[in-house]
């Protein structure tokens, strides 16, 4: 219901309302968008994470800066969540970090490294064969309880959770957002720093075309303030090719697992004249071995490798801070978290127009890669829509980098609904880091196929 330029009575499902990472910054944006107010439903299959969000969430809106008026119950059944739902927002970690540690660290064993492991490579293929059927179910039940609900998935791998809500259910309202490309605008506000002495520059203020698809994103034309900012950033790469770039100098990139000095990037750049949108760590794997040869090959990129074993280390330390906030003994950090959905969510109830970056089905929008493979190109979103925006085509030399994960996303979106071995096998082997014998190949996948059966209902494995 809207008064005004307020919206009452919103509902909102949270499908992984146990998340202690994107459901926190959603509670500290909703309470301080003074435009919105209504109910967050939070399902989890983890009920008592979900519990505790919505005591952590109830409690938030106790303080007298939460201007957003919002109440939040944890709930039992996906079913119950998604009834009359207006917005349905998906955050969820398929399987435990034991698949995820088979993942990212089985494929070592034939000197496959992978920096993340959620994506592509052998990692993120296995990952997107358990997430699959997990999003076939979302889709079936979003068709059912909530038809005309717009869906905004923040899930990994990106594309074929978001190609999987589609192909299920045609009809829906969905998109995937990522911040990656915020942070590289972000490199080029610091660049107007460091080269022009310009500071102050908002992320938000340079205006880019956005290209490609999720983690593997290019921009070709940059701008602030009609400044075409590819000439600088040319010259920014050449000043800090070798060494890198990193703006806390202070601090070595190698003491966080997350950072880089944008090498990577740097290297990109040089080799196709256009700006690569991504972290490092995305970036290399969807490069084969060209950064990714050896632990010490990648020292030399300046990026990191990231454990599985600091994953864990850091879900101890947020389950102990949830339980502090649990207890009333901490409080949530009331700050805006630099994500968009709330804006998003307001830009689709008609209180204001925003262009953005999303992942939706290609219709057009991004000439030579298929249409309806989902892509990441920037979109009007405007009162219950979303109109993508004309991004162009990429050099051919990139086109067809990113044309192979396409086809590979494609080829494990259907193994994994066809719960066919064989066809994933097509997808594994065709992988730029699976770059070992073929015979190898198929026993790595097989063992990361058994250590994940579990997410695999219905699969017929050895």
């Not at 059944?77 to 998604?82: F, I, S, Y």
């Not at 992320?203 to 590819?230: P, Q, S």
């Not at 703006?247 to 070595?252: F, G, L, R, V």
């Given at each position: 219901?809207?008064?005004?330029?307020?919206v009452?009575?919103?509902?909102i499902?949270?499908?992984?309302?146990g998340?202690?990472?994107w459901?926190?910054?959603?509670?500290?944006?909703?309470?301080?968008?003074?435009?919105?107010?209504?109910t967050?439903?939070?399902?989890?299959?983890?009920?008592?994470?979900?519990t505790?969000?919505?005591?952590?969430?109830?409690?938030?809106?106790?303080?007298p800066?939460?201007?957003?008026?919002?109440?939040?119950?944890?709930?039992?059944?996906m079913?119950?969540?998604?009834?009359?739902?207006?917005?349905?927002?998906i955050?969820?970690?398929p399987g435990?970090?034991?698949?995820?540690?088979?993942?990212?660290?089985?494929?070592?064993?034939?000197?496959?490294?992978?920096?993340?492991?959620?994506?592509?490579g052998?990692?993120g293929?296995?990952?997107?064969?358990?997430?699959?059927?997990?999003?076939?179910?979302?889709?079936?039940?979003?068709?059912?309880?909530?038809?005309?609900?717009?869906?905004i998935?923040?899930?990994?791998?990106?594309?074929?959770?978001t190609?999987?809500?589609y192909?299920?259910?045609?009809e829906?309202?969905a998109?995937?957002c990522?911040?990656?490309?915020?942070?590289?605008?972000?490199?080029?506000?610091d660049?107007l720093?460091?080269?022009?002495?310009?500071?102050?520059?908002?992320?938000?203020?340079?205006?880019?075309?956005?290209?490609?698809?999720?983690?593997f994103?290019?921009?070709?034309?940059?701008?602030?303030?009609?400044?075409d900012?590819?000439?600088l950033?040319?010259e920014f790469?050449?000043?800090?090719y070798?060494?890198?770039?990193?703006?806390?100098?202070?601090?070595?990139?190698?003491?966080?697992?997350?950072?880089s000095?944008?090498?990577?990037?740097?290297?990109?750049?040089?080799?196709y004249?256009?700006?690569a949108?991504?972290?490092?760590?995305?970036?290399?794997?969807f490069?084969?071995k060209?950064y990714l040869?050896?632990?010490?090959?990648?020292?030399?990129?300046?990026?990191?490798?990231t454990?599985?074993s600091?994953?864990m280390?850091?879900?101890?330390?947020?389950?102990?801070?949830?339980?502090?906030?649990?207890?009333?003994?901490e409080?949530?950090s009331l700050?805006?978290?630099?994500?968009?959905?709330?804006?998003?969510?307001?830009?689709?109830?008609?209180?204001?127009?925003?262009?953005?970056?999303?992942?939706?089905?290609?219709?057009?929008?991004?000439?030579g890669l298929?249409?309806?493979?989902?892509?990441?190109?920037?979109?009007?979103?405007?009162?219950?829509?979303?109109?993508?925006?004309t991004?162009?085509?990429?050099?051919?030399?990139?086109?067809?980098l990113?044309?192979?994960h396409?086809?590979n996303?494609?080829?494990?979106?259907q193994?994994?609904?066809?719960?066919?071995?064989?066809?994933?096998?097509?997808?594994?082997?065709?992988?730029p880091?699976?770059?070992?014998?073929?015979?190898?190949?198929r026993?790595?996948m097989?063992?990361m196929?058994?250590?994940?059966?579990?997410y695999?209902?219905?699969w017929?494995?050895?």
């Amino acid at each position: 219901m809207k008064h005004d330029n307020r919206v009452e009575e919103l509902h909102i499902a949270y499908i992984g309302g146990g998340s202690r990472g994107w459901a926190w910054g959603l509670m500290g944006d909703l309470a301080l968008s003074a435009e919105l107010s209504g109910t967050v439903k939070l399902y989890d299959i983890d009920k008592e994470a979900a519990t505790r969000n919505e005591v952590i969430g109830n409690r938030l809106q106790e303080r007298p800066e939460a201007v957003g008026q919002w109440s939040y119950k944890a709930v039992d059944t996906m079913k119950e969540a998604l009834q009359g739902a207006d917005f349905v927002i998906i955050s969820i970690v398929p399987g435990t970090f034991g698949e995820m540690a088979s993942d990212v660290h089985t494929p070592e064993k034939y000197g496959i490294y992978q920096s993340v492991g959620d994506t592509v490579g052998p990692g993120g293929i296995v990952r997107a064969l358990r997430t699959i059927p997990i999003f076939a179910e979302i889709a079936e039940a979003v068709r059912a309880h909530c038809p005309d609900a717009w869906v905004i998935n923040y899930t990994n791998p990106m594309t074929v959770c978001t190609r999987t809500l589609y192909e299920v259910f045609p009809e829906i309202k969905a998109f995937g957002c990522c911040h990656e490309v915020f942070e590289v605008q972000k490199l080029l506000a610091d660049m107007l720093g460091d080269m022009k002495g310009m500071t102050g520059v908002r992320r938000e203020d340079i205006k880019t075309n956005v290209l490609g698809i999720n983690h593997f994103t290019w921009i070709d034309r940059a701008e602030y303030e009609g400044m075409d900012l590819l000439p600088l950033y040319k010259e920014f790469v050449d000043k800090y090719y070798e060494e890198g770039f990193s703006k806390q100098k202070k601090e070595h990139w190698m003491n966080k697992f997350f950072d880089s000095a944008h090498r990577v990037k740097f290297d990109l750049f040089r080799r196709y004249g256009i700006i690569a949108a991504a972290g490092d760590r995305h970036l290399a794997e969807f490069c084969g071995k060209a950064y990714l040869t050896s632990p010490e090959h990648i020292d030399s990129w300046n990026f990191a490798l990231t454990p599985v074993s600091w994953r864990m280390e850091n879900r101890t330390r947020l389950l102990e801070q949830s339980e502090r906030m649990f207890r009333g003994e901490e409080e949530l950090s009331l700050k805006n978290s630099g994500e968009e959905g709330v804006r998003q969510i307001k830009a689709l109830l008609g209180l204001g127009d925003m262009v953005t970056n999303v992942n939706i089905p290609n219709i057009g929008q991004m000439g030579g890669l298929p249409l309806h493979s989902v892509v990441e190109t920037n979109a009007v979103l405007s009162q219950n829509r979303i109109a993508p925006v004309t991004a162009g085509r990429l050099p051919l030399e990139v086109e067809s980098l990113v044309l192979r994960h396409v086809a590979n996303q494609e080829t494990t979106l259907q193994a994994g609904l066809r719960k066919d071995a064989d066809v994933a096998f097509r997808a594994f082997a065709a992988d730029p880091l699976v770059a070992i014998d073929v015979q190898d190949a198929r026993s790595l996948m097989d063992e990361m196929l058994q250590n994940t059966k579990a997410y695999l209902p219905g699969w017929k494995l050895d």
